[in-house]
């Protein structure tokens, strides 16, 4: 049916999906606001300086996938140490919880990705176009010289911080001096020179999380976090009433309504919500957090930092927006009673988990030692006689030294009387690498019976106390 008939008829069409209203946040001074940049500065130095520095001749944090050894300073993990990875998404999950069940979406608020990004973006919009006013009279304006200088010097600067993000993720696999000077010679390549020594993978994977980056930060924003982030959708099973959330003291506030600042609200019948809208307009994702808690609100906190400037300059107390709980709220607690409720059993029960398992998993990388050995038998001689009568079966050892220094190791096997190696002993293996190795075992004549008997092999590093693996295997005997 056409639009004019369903006109005529008296049908509405109504779309089912809502078009997305740009939202200009207004910029924002306070306290929350101070600790969201210092750790927008503490993950990016983090992320952008690591790959630069080096440790032992090395990039200290290199995840060599091609060789499939991953170097984090001191320590290089092979593919064996994945036990390591598993341990390390258990401390996040857990560590997810216990923020979440202490004050909700403090990771979505201050240290996501997503969040940190769109908060450099922003800052660069704020400084080439100017405040909110400025910005959203920009974009009211027709397309002129002045409009279109500015938008593309906006998003050239957003090319570039996304491309260097870009950059150093691949930094992380290859190594970013090595990768530095592969860039540098797509210059003279497209100037007509040589090929360039940028290889397929590392450009695409360069183009790729450039181009996410450029896109989640500068166009999509909250749309990230109300639509594609799973975080949003199950974040209310983690909380409870006793989880610090930032909620609006509507007691206080209501009924809300503009006054000059020499007004009494009493006398007037009001509360101490002056209807600013401040807390919108500073709001990433463009809620009215006077409405209640929503799966919209990240926790960044932005309102709380604005409502406090509008009640400092009114003369009212702040904290109209504040972080509380819900039993706070209903239950008028004190900030101490607020407190001593939140670390209730929950909360102790994920902090006695997360701190037992980190204290085992620090444990346990002090106590690591640095050799690795798999035993294989070679199936192609199950067991043959040899001279004198002797029993001989062949294995492969595959001895990995996660050290960066050179080793020696003997190895030594037990488990049959008179069983000893027939041939070399001892074997150097170059730091950070694996050498495999094939030795003899043999036993003298009627040492046992036919059939599968238990062996150890032991394999030691030559002078090094406590660097020791012992490994099991088995003896064929025809």
């Known amino acids: 049916m056409s639009k004019e008939g369903a006109a005529a008829e008296g049908l509405v069409e109504q779309s089912l999906y809502e078009v997305r209203k740009t939202i ?17 500065w503490a993950t990016q130095l983090v992320f952008y300086g690591l790959p630069w520095l080096q440790w032992n001749d090395r990039q200290a944090l290199h995840f060599d996938i091609v060789h499939r050894k991953f170097y984090i300073f001191g320590l290089v993990f092979w593919p064996q140490d994945i036990i390591y990875l598993t341990v390390l998404l258990i401390i996040s999950a857990l560590s997810l919880f216990l923020f979440t069940a202490v004050a909700g979406r403090l990771w979505c ?63 992380y696999v290859t190594p970013i001096r090595e990768l530095w000077q592969e860039v540098l010679s797509v210059g003279p390549w497209l100037a007509g020179g040589a090929a360039p020594l940028l290889g397929p993978w590392e450009t695409f994977w360069i183009l790729f999380y450039g181009f996410a980056t450029y896109g989640n930060a500068g166009w999509m924003r909250e ?54 809208n401040i807390c919108v307009q500073v709001c990433p994702t463009g809620i009215d957090i006077r409405s209640g808690l929503q799966y919209e609100c990240i926790g960044c906190a932005a309102c709380i930092d604005g409502c406090n400037q509008v009640m400092e300059k009114v003369g009212y107390p702040k904290g109209l927006i504040r972080y509380s709980t819900t039993h706070a709220m209903e239950q008028k607690l004190t900030r101490a009673q607020m407190f001593r409720h939140a670390f209730r059993p929950r909360v102790l029960l994920y902090s006695a988990i997360l701190a037992g398992i980190v204290i085992a998993a620090g444990v346990s990388l002090w106590l690591r030692v640095p050799l690795k050995v798999d035993v294989i038998r070679d199936r192609a001689a199950i067991a043959r006689e040899v001279e004198g009568g002797s029993i001989e079966n062949v294995y492969r050892l595959q001895i990995m030294n996660t050290e960066e220094e050179e080793r020696y190791y003997y190895v030594v096997v037990s488990g049959l009387p008179g069983i000893h190696l027939g041939g070399q002993s001892q074997f150097d293996v170059e730091g950070a690498s694996s050498r495999m190795v094939t030795v003899r075992v043999r036993i003298g004549p009627g040492a046992a019976q036919p059939g599968t008997h238990p062996i150890h092999f032991q394999v030691s590093a030559v002078g090094i106390a406590g660097v020791e693996v012992r490994e099991k295997s088995v003896f064929i005997v025809r």
């Open 24 to 40: 200009h946040p207004r910029a924002v001074r306070g306290w929350f606001a101070a600790w969201r940049w210092a750790l927008v």
């Open 109 to 171: 608020g201050y240290a996501c990705p997503q969040t940190v990004y769109t908060e450099i973006f922003m800052w660069i919009e704020q400084k080439i176009e100017g405040d909110r006013a400025a910005r959203m009279r920009l974009d009211a304006a027709p397309l002129g010289a002045r409009k279109a200088g500015l938008k593309a010097a906006k998003h050239g600067a957003w090319i570039a911080v996304a491309l260097w993000t870009g950059f150093t993720f691949v930094g």
């Open 223 to 276: 749309q990230v976090c109300k639509y594609m982030c799973p975080y949003a959708r199950f974040q209310s099973a983690m909380f409870d009433q006793d989880t610090l959330i930032i909620t609006y003291d509507r007691e206080r506030g209501e009924p809300r309504g503009s006054r000059s600042r020499k007004s009494d609200p009493a006398a007037l019948g009001l509360g101490h919500c002056v209807d600013c």
